[in-house]
C-alpha cells in the first residue's frame, strides 16, 4: 500500500475510533495490514481498540509486536504498559511506562498512568509523587488529581483526599466517580449529610451504579435512618447481586435495626463471594457475638485478621469477644492484649514527643475524657456523677467525643464539661495534635477495647499521663497507659498486678460511682406474693450468656418447676431454643427485644430475682436492678470484669448471693428464692442501702481528683528540671 494511502486510512480509522465507531475503524488498520502485515501504526491501533473492548490478551500481541518493528514509539510503549496494567502486571507495567517516560519525560498523562499502576501495587508514596509530577507539567488534568486524590483516601489522609476531589470536580463536575470517592471519604470523617448529597450527586449521573446506591446506603445509616439504607443496599444488590460490599452494608442496616440473624446471614453471603473480606469476618464475629455465639465470633474476628493483619478494630473486638469466654485463661488473654500493644502501639511510640506542660504540683489540671459513649449509655450513668461533683477551681475539664450520635444525655454531659471536641471524625493524627494543643495533663480512656476506641491516639501520648477506666474494666495491655483506676474487690491487692501493664489505682469507694436512669419508678411489691410464682430475670447482653450460663439457669428452672424467666434479648435469639434442648418448656421463657429505657427499667417490676451472667458479669444491670429492689446471684471470677457482681453484692451485705462455682450458684439462687418474706424484704431495703453507698458522687470524685492530683505529684518530680 502507498505511504500516502496509508496515511489516509490510519486519519479515518484514527477519526472513526475516537467517534466510537470501533468495527469500522478496526476494518480500517486490517485494511492496512492485508497489505503490509507488519505495519506498526496499525498494529498499534488495532491493539488499542482490542483493549478498549476487553480482549487484552490480543491487544498486548499487537502492540508487543508493533513496537517490535518501530520500538521507538512512546505513545505504543504507554498503551502496553496500560494493556499491562489492566492484566494486573503491575512490575511489568511500570517498566514500560519508565521506557515511555524515558523517551518523553513531559508527558503528564504518561507520569499519571504509572501512578495508577504503582497505586496498585500498595507503593502509595511513589504513587503520590508520579501524580504530583503530572500535575506539575499539566495542572489541569481531572485524572491526577482524582487519582492523588484516590491514594490519600486509601491512607486515610482524608482531608487532603478531599481537596484533590473538589479540584477534580472543579474541572470535571459531571464524574460520578469522582463524586462518589468524594462521597466515602466524607463518611469516613463522619460528615454523613455531605457524603449522602455526593452520593447522590453521582446516582444523578449514573443512576446504575450499585457502589453508589450501597454507599448511600451506608451515609443513611450512620443518620439513623436505617430502613432508608436498607433500601439502597437492596437496589445495589438488585443492579449487583453478587456485590460482597452491597452484602456486607445490608447486613450492617440490618444489625443497626437489630435483626442480628438476618444481619449474619448477609455477611455469611458476602463471604461466599468474597472469601478474603476482612470487612465481611469482622462484622459477622460482631452480630454473631450480640446472639450469644462468642465462641464462633472469636473465629470470625481471627479470620478477619488474617484477611488483614493491619486490621486493628477487629483485634480489639477478639480481645473484647474473649472476655465472654469461660475456659480462656487470664495469662493467654493477657498476652493477647500485649501482642496488640506489640502490633500496633508500639510502631507509633515513634510518633510520641516532649510533653510541655508546665510540671507546677498545686497549678490546675487540664482533664481530657476520651469516648465514644458520651450518650445514652451505661458509661454515662457512671461518668455523670464525676462531672457533675468535679472541683472546678481545680480541674478544668476536656471532653473528646468520638460518636456520631447525639441524644439527651449527650447535651447533659455538655452542660457540665468546659470544653467539648466533636472527633468522631479527626483521624489519630489530628486528635493528637488537638489533645496537645489543648495542653491536656491527664488523659483519661473510657472505652479500652469497645467500639469506638481510640486506642491508637493514646499509643502516641500525646498527654503526659495516661489512665483508663469504667468502660472495660480490665488492662488495655498498652504501655502507653500509665495507670487504671479500680478497687479492691475488682483486684484483690497481689493477685491481678501480673495481668495489668497499668498501674492499679484502687479507691476506697470504688472503681466507679454511679446515677441511677431518671426514668426509674418507684419500687413495688415482690411480684411473687401476687403471681404464687417465682420469675427469674435476665437483662444481660446475650453475649454474655454462655454455655454454662444456659446450663446453670435450666438446672434452677429444673429445680423449680413454676419458675419463670423473663429475659431481654435479640430477633432471632436461640435462647429459647437452647433451653429447650436442656428440658425446659418454651412457654417458661418470656424473651422480649430490646427495650427503651424506661420500659426496660419498669421490667424489674415483674421480676424477683435476677441471674447474672459468668464469666462476664453485668455492672450497669445489676445496679439498676438493685435501685429497683432486685436482688440478684453471682459467680465471682478472678478478673476485675468477673468480679463485678461480687462487689455490688459485698457492698449490700448480700455475700451470700455471691457463688464460688455453677453449682453452688444454682443452690444460693433457690435458697434465696424459696423464702418470700426475706425477698420482700430485700426489695423494700435494697434501694435506700444502694443510695447511702452511692451517695451523689461527691465521695468518689474527691477519691478522684486526689488520685489525679498524685498522679501529677509523681510526674512533676520527675520534670521538675524542666
Not at 502516641?460 to 483506676?485: H, S
Not at 498486678?497 to 484502687?506: G, M, Q, S, V
Request: aromatic share 8%.
Amino acid at each position: 500500500m502507498r505511504n500516502e494511502c496509508r496515511k489516509t486510512t490510519v486519519a479515518t480509522g484514527l477519526r472513526l475510533q475516537k467517534a466510537g465507531r470501533l468495527e469500522e475503524a478496526a476494518r480500517s488498520y486490517r485494511q492496512i495490514l492485508t497489505h503490509e502485515p507488519r505495519q506498526p501504526d496499525a498494529l498499534h491501533l488495532l491493539g488499542v481498540i482490542a483493549h478498549d473492548v476487553g480482549r487484552l490478551d490480543e491487544a498486548v500481541e499487537l502492540i508487543a509486536e508493533s513496537l517490535r518493528v518501530n520500538p521507538n514509539n512512546p505513545a505504543a510503549i504507554n498503551n502496553l504498559a496500560g494493556v499491562l496494567k489492566d492484566q494486573r502486571r503491575y512490575s511489568e507495567a511500570i517498566e514500560f511506562y519508565d521506557a515511555a517516560l524515558a523517551a518523553t519525560p513531559e508527558q503528564a498523562h504518561i507520569h499519571s498512568n504509572r501512578g495508577n499502576a504503582l497505586k496498585e501495587q500498595g507503593r502509595f508514596e511513589e504513587a503520590i509523587e508520579a501524580y504530583r509530577r503530572a500535575l506539575e507539567l499539566n495542572p489541569s488534568s481531572y485524572a491526577a488529581h482524582s487519582n492523588l486524590g484516590t491514594v490519600f483516601k486509601e491512607q486515610g489522609r482524608n482531608n487532603e483526599a478531599i481537596a484533590c476531589f473538589e479540584r477534580a470536580l472543579a474541572l470535571n463536575p459531571h464524574s460520578h466517580e469522582c463524586h462518589s470517592n468524594l462521597g466515602v471519604v466524607l463518611l469516613a470523617l463522619g460528615r454523613h449529610e455531605q457524603a449522602e448529597r455526593s452520593f447522590r450527586a453521582a446516582l444523578k449521573m449514573n443512576p446504575k451504579s450499585a457502589a453508589a446506591h450501597t454507599n448511600l446506603g451506608a451515609a443513611l445509616k450512620e443518620q439513623g435512618r436505617a430502613p432508608e439504607a436498607l433500601l439502597c443496599h437492596l437496589h445495589a444488590l438488585e443492579l449487583k447481586p453478587t456485590s460482597h460490599f452491597a452484602l456486607n452494608n445490608l447486613g450492617m442496616a440490618l444489625k443497626e435495626m437489630g435483626r442480628f440473624a438476618e444481619a449474619a446471614g448477609c455477611f455469611q453471603k458476602a463471604l461466599q463471594i468474597e472469601p478474603n473480606s476482612h470487612l465481611a469476618h469482622n462484622n459477622l464475629g460482631s452480630a454473631l457475638c450480640e446472639l450469644g455465639c462468642a465462641s464462633e465470633a472469636v473465629v470470625c474476628f481471627r479470620r478477619a485478621l488474617d484477611a488483614r493483619p493491619s486490621y486493628h478494630q477487629a483485634f480489639s473486638n477478639l480481645l473484647f469477644a474473649q472476655n465472654y469466654l469461660p475456659e480462656k485463661d487470664r495469662a493467654v488473654l493477657f498476652a493477647e492484649h500485649r501482642r496488640f500493644d506489640q502490633q500496633y502501639c508500639r510502631p507509633l511510640s515513634k510518633c510520641q514527643a516532649p510533653h510541655t506542660n508546665v510540671p507546677n504540683p498545686a497549678r490546675r489540671l487540664r482533664i481530657g475524657y476520651v469516648s465514644g459513649d458520651f450518650r445514652e449509655h451505661p458509661v454515662s450513668y457512671f461518668l455523670e456523677p464525676v462531672f457533675a461533683r468535679r472541683s472546678p477551681h481545680q480541674f478544668e475539664l476536656f471532653c473528646y467525643s468520638n460518636q456520631s450520635a447525639c441524644d439527651v444525655m449527650t447535651a447533659r454531659l455538655r452542660s457540665l464539661t468546659d470544653h467539648w471536641r466533636h472527633v468522631a471524625n479527626f483521624s489519630d493524627e489530628e486528635l493528637c495534635a488537638t489533645i496537645r494543643d489543648d495542653a491536656i495533663d491527664i488523659l483519661v480512656d473510657l472505652s479500652g477495647h469497645t467500639a469506638r476506641n481510640r486506642l491508637l491516639v493514646f499509643a502516641r501520648k500525646p498527654a503526659p499521663i495516661q489512665v483508663t477506666m469504667i468502660g472495660y474494666m480490665q488492662t488495655t495491655g498498652l504501655d502507653a497507659m500509665d495507670y487504671r483506676i479500680t478497687d479492691r474487690t475488682l483486684d484483690p491487692i497481689g493477685e491481678t498486678e501480673a495481668y495489668n501493664t497499668e498501674k492499679l489505682i484502687r479507691l476506697p469507694s470504688g472503681a466507679a460511682t454511679f446515677l441511677p436512669p431518671t426514668s426509674c419508678p418507684p419500687v413495688n411489691e415482690l411480684p411473687a406474693l401476687s403471681n404464687g410464682y417465682v420469675t427469674f430475670g435476665s437483662f444481660n447482653n446475650l453475649a454474655k450468656v454462655t454455655p454454662h450460663v444456659l446450663e446453670a439457669w435450666a438446672a434452677l428452672l429444673q429445680a423449680i418447676p413454676t419458675a419463670r424467666l423473663l429475659a431481654i434479648g435479640r430477633t432471632g435469639s436461640a435462647l429459647p431454643a437452647d433451653l429447650e434442648a436442656l428440658g425446659i418448656d418454651p412457654a417458661r421463657i418470656e424473651l422480649l427485644d430490646r427495650q427503651p429505657l424506661s420500659d426496660y427499667v419498669a421490667l424489674h417490676h415483674r421480676v424477683d430475682f435476677l441471674l447474672d451472667t459468668f464469666p462476664y458479669n453485668g455492672g450497669t444491670t445489676n445496679l439498676i436492678a438493685a435501685w429497683m429492689g432486685v436482688p440478684f446471684v453471682t459467680l465471682a471470677g478472678s478478673a476485675a470484669n468477673r468480679r463485678t457482681g461480687a462487689g455490688i453484692l459485698n457492698a449490700l451485705s448480700l455475700s451470700e448471693l455471691v457463688a464460688e462455682d455453677v453449682n453452688s450458684y444454682v443452690q444460693r439462687a433457690i435458697a434465696a428464692v424459696s423464702d418470700f418474706a426475706r425477698l420482700a424484704q430485700w426489695r423494700a431495703t435494697l434501694r435506700s442501702k444502694l443510695g447511702s453507698l452511692l451517695g451523689d458522687g461527691a465521695a468518689f470524685t474527691a477519691e478522684l481528683e486526689y488520685a489525679f492530683r498524685e498522679m501529677w505529684s509523681r510526674w512533676c518530680t520527675g520534670h521538675s528540671g524542666l
